[in-house]
């Protein structure tokens, strides 16, 4: 029992490890190497900025929607 519990916890830290590689990847700076705690924090950043330009990008789009007399659309 000791045993499978063993590689149980040692599959689920692995398969993690393996997570936190692939978000680093996704990231604008995965070159550098983080701890999981600055991947996180920098994911979350990230997320924010592209939340922040897909929000800027809406407006513009609107705003040039409205000045060539065209409907506004999602």
Do not use: C, Q
């Amino acid at each position: 029992l000791r045993y499978s519990h063993k590689l149980a916890e040692r599959k689920r830290r692995r398969d993690m490890n393996e997570m936190f590689d692939e978000l680093r990847l996704h990231l604008p700076f995965r070159n550098k190497k983080f701890s999981k705690w600055e991947i996180l924090n920098n994911a979350a950043k990230h997320i924010d900025e592209l939340h922040e330009k897909r929000n800027r990008l809406l407006m513009e789009k609107e705003r040039l929607h409205r000045e060539l007399g065209l409907p506004v659309t999602d």
